[in-house]
């Protein structure tokens, strides 16, 4: 896996909402999911991209999975963490065509579809390049950074500055 190496559990990837984001998409149970839906099953549309602060967290509720959790709600507590996973994402599509979801999982992940592909619109990606931009611009003004080290979310910045480069090049965003 392409992102693997690079960006995957070096900041991105390695949260409890990566793992969230992981078992969202398994329950899909679709090989195909576009960003528009993601945003909106996850409330992110709801942010009008404005991903730095929030006050509640984000849910999904789960429907496919196990019987016991059948219908139950996950939460993603931090915007950016699920931004900056699925910039990942995005890029492993482009390269690779494709996620494999038990590679990200780091376990066994019962799922009928280990494969997926996000899509998203050029309006999405335009707004996932400023949302990452944003992000490598003024990491300390986002709500993870009461969580994080300074150095750590300057650090993430800067893995996430390359991603976006990978994912959209070195575009200058017009204000």
Known sequence: MYIADKYWNNYIGDTDDSMTLVEYLADRHKEEISLGEIFSDTGLDKLNGDFRQHEEPLTVVLENVDSDYDGAEAEFYY?????TDLAALLLECRVSGSVNLCELSGEALETPVPHIRLTATPEEHEMMNRALADFVSQPLAYDLSEMCAEEDMLEMAGI??????ELYGDTDLKE
Do not use: F, H, N, S
Not at 79 to 83: E, F, G, Q, S, V
Not at 160 to 165: A, S, Y
């Open 160 to 165: 996430c500055g390359k991603l976006r480069g």
């Open 79 to 83: 915007a950016i963490d699920l931004i």
